[in-house]
């Protein structure tokens, strides 16, 4: 805000010798959001359209270290006044848009899980004067990011996962009516409307391309891309859509990627990719994990959405919640099993792959069958009694599984089963899923496996460290590295083309021979 006469003897660009131009005007930072010690404001706050005040959300230390992020305070611009709106114990709020005319925003509560029922965020319309809400398209059975109020605020935009997408959605706020806008394979994020509300700009990606600013017709659900500083690249294969019906009934989904060109006599080896979370959706482009470049080396990709993933309705979460080893597992491998029946993909040859929820499932995948030539594991969870105390988010972890389904869930029981080879991967700064998960699991494989080390201390098993990364690899020479690695070692056990040399980016002249 403009300064007042109290800043009047700060030297201004005048004092250093810099003529100040006729309209510039010193500012200063003041703060607004003071509050109690027991809360400390969460992220997302939202201003008013016509800048009067603010909404966000204060997090609340409860006994037994649950954190509650549930108590929406409206802060008065102004004044720095502070009114607390919405407070209801046991559950979370986040604050979205707020309308035109400033008297509602849209929030979405999220009572708290306990191990026998699933996370379930619904969107309320509030009153921002009372903190009074109403249900916002409760029979719509998908969690939505409410993005921007129409002009007239009739309606709002949203976006949501939904069957391996993320679409653009409209919803009318008297009724609950959801009307889908766009309709292409693609997940839009950073979605803004123009002022006349006719039109929508964001960020869409798919399988197919990677993230790119594109326009939206409102009225038609048209869209178009717009100049972007590179053109789409090159994709060496085909992407389809793929599904089954699981042991219990259930429809079960995902996407295949499969190399260009014939497929070899036998087909194509074939990578099981799970995705992390759990609760999420193999539905944008990742650089992390592109199954292009495995493609490009010929091998088929396999990115299932098993049970726990988002965008398949409600009871499709339930039916995982807490059981992490029974519905997620046996839709993996009834996705796989249709997939390995194709004439182009060979059965015979297959590794399984995942990072962080999608490593635990590597790992318990490992212990449960030996139909894999290999497993890569990154990030993973491994023994749930020792990550659930350490990991940076405990309190939520707990509101998830009780100890006997800690007990019953963690793959870690199993090790005696695991005969395929495993590269481990974890990074040393990871405080999602501590670097003791990893420790862990690579000595339970090399002492307790199916697949030990041998007297010499040799093993089929490796353990890829990095000791600057954290839950992701961000690095480029590093990703580098994790392609490179995987690769090889995927080479070996997949396609037989030997042991690997070490990668030319780690600075070795020869592969070691012993365990790490």
């Not at 079960?252 to 990578?271: F, K, N, S, T």
């Not at 990742?286 to 470049?293: D, E, L, V």
């Not at 039916?319 to 009834?334: I, K």
Request: proline content about 8%; aromatic content about 8%; hydrophobic content about 40%.
């Amino acid at each position: 805000e403009p300064a007042t006469d109290a800043d009047a003897a700060e030297p201004g660009p005048a004092a250093s010798g810099l003529a100040p131009e006729a309209d510039d005007v010193a500012h200063h930072l003041r703060h607004v959001s003071g509050f109690p010690r027991s809360h400390a404001f969460g992220i997302g706050a939202q201003v008013a359209p016509d800048g009067s005040f603010l909404l966000t959300t204060a997090a609340t230390a409860e006994a037994r270290g649950n954190v509650r992020e549930g108590t929406v305070v409206r802060v008065d611009l102004a004044t720095g006044e502070h009114r607390v709106l919405h407070d209801v114990p046991g559950e979370d709020v986040a604050v979205g848009p707020v309308s035109h005319d400033g008297t509602r925003a849209v929030v979405v509560r999220t009572p708290d899980s306990t191990p026998h029922s699933a996370v379930r965020p619904r969107l309320y319309v509030m009153d921002t004067a009372t903190g009074q809400t109403t249900p916002l398209a409760h029979g719509w059975d998908r969690w939505a990011d409410v993005v921007a109020w129409l002009p007239d605020d009739s309606a709002v935009i949203a976006l949501a996962d939904s069957e391996g997408r993320r679409p653009v959605f409209r919803i009318e706020v008297a009724t609950g009516a959801v009307a889908q806008v766009t309709r292409e394979d693609e997940a839009w994020t950073d979605v803004v409307l123009s002022p006349d509300g006719a039109t929508a700009y964001g960020v869409r990606s798919s399988y197919l391309f990677p993230p790119e600013v594109a326009r939206i017709d409102l009225a038609t659900g048209e869209t178009t891309r717009l100049p972007n500083p590179v053109e789409r690249p090159a994709i060496p294969g085909t992407l389809e859509d793929v599904e089954t019906v699981a042991e219990d009934g259930t429809r079960v989904r995902g996407w295949l990627v499969l190399p260009e060109g014939e497929a070899p006599a036998g087909g194509h080896p074939l990578l099981l990719w799970i995705h992390g979370g759990p609760l999420g959706s193999w539905n944008a482009w990742s650089w992390r994990w592109t199954p292009w470049i495995m493609a490009a080396r010929g091998y088929a990709v396999l990115l299932p959405d098993p049970a726990l993933s988002t965008g398949y309705g409600q009871d499709f979460i339930e039916r995982g919640w807490g059981r992490w080893g029974q519905a997620p597992y046996t839709d993996l491998m009834a996705l796989t099993d249709a997939v390995v029946a194709r004439e182009d993909v060979d059965g015979d040859r297959t590794a399984a792959m995942g990072g962080s929820f999608g490593g635990y499932m590597a790992n318990w995948v490992a212990g449960h069958t030996d139909r894999f030539r290999c497993v890569v594991t990154h990030a993973s969870l491994w023994a749930l009694d020792g990550f659930g105390p350490t990991t940076d988010a405990a309190f939520y972890w707990a509101r998830e599984m009780d100890e006997q389904m800690q007990q019953e869930n963690s793959p870690h029981r199993f090790v005696g089963e695991i005969v395929s080879p495993m590269l481990v991967i974890h990074g040393d700064k990871d405080y999602r899923v501590p670097i003791g998960e990893g420790l862990r699991l690579w000595s339970d494989l090399l002492a307790k496996s199916g697949r030990p080390a041998a007297a010499d201390g040799t093993t089929d098993h490796r353990f890829l460290y990095f000791p600057h990364e954290n839950h992701w690899i961000l690095a480029p020479q590093h990703a580098k590295v994790w392609y490179e690695v995987v690769l090889g070692f995927l080479g070996e056990h997949v396609l037989g083309d030997g042991a690997p040399s070490a990668p030319e980016t780690l600075g070795l002249t020869r592969p070691s021979s012993t365990a790490g």
